[in-house]
Nanobody
């Protein structure tokens, strides 16, 4: 099983930026890598995903503010978060899943089977 470790979370004021990183224990192909977030007992929601071949999907709530990218040489996935809002506060999880074609599949938690431990992001107003 691939192990995923997130880092880069923290506390910022509204309008600020953070960059999350997720390092995988090994390089894999023909899959999707995604960022999800969860608040308390609410449903874990897909934020952004990138799949082999370059397909990218974003949730509407983060479009034009967040950017997902990956460095295959470092087995690392990134999430650059700009113009942060208090409603972005959550635990952010990195995940690896099956290759998917549609945005709905790419952002669906059920498509993912390897999860990191999560990193807390807190945005204050």
């Amino acid at each position: 099983q691939v192990h995923l470790v997130e880092s880069g979370g923290g506390s910022v004021q509204a309008g600020g930026s953070l960059r999350l990183s997720c390092t995988a224990s090994e390089y894999t192909t023909r899959n999707c890598m995604g960022w999800f977030r969860q608040v308390s007992d609410k449903t874990r929601e897909g934020v952004a995903a990138i799949c082999t071949g370059g397909g990218i999907a974003y949730d509407d709530s983060v479009k034009d503010r967040f950017t997902i990218s990956q460095d295959n040489g470092k087995n690392t996935l990134y999430l650059q978060m700009n113009s942060l809002k208090p409603e972005d506060s959550a635990i952010y999880y990195c995940a690896r899943g099956a290759w998917a074609y549609t945005p709905t599949q790419r952002l669906g938690a059920s498509n993912y089977f390897n999860w990191g431990q999560g990193t807390q992001v807190t945005v204050s107003s």
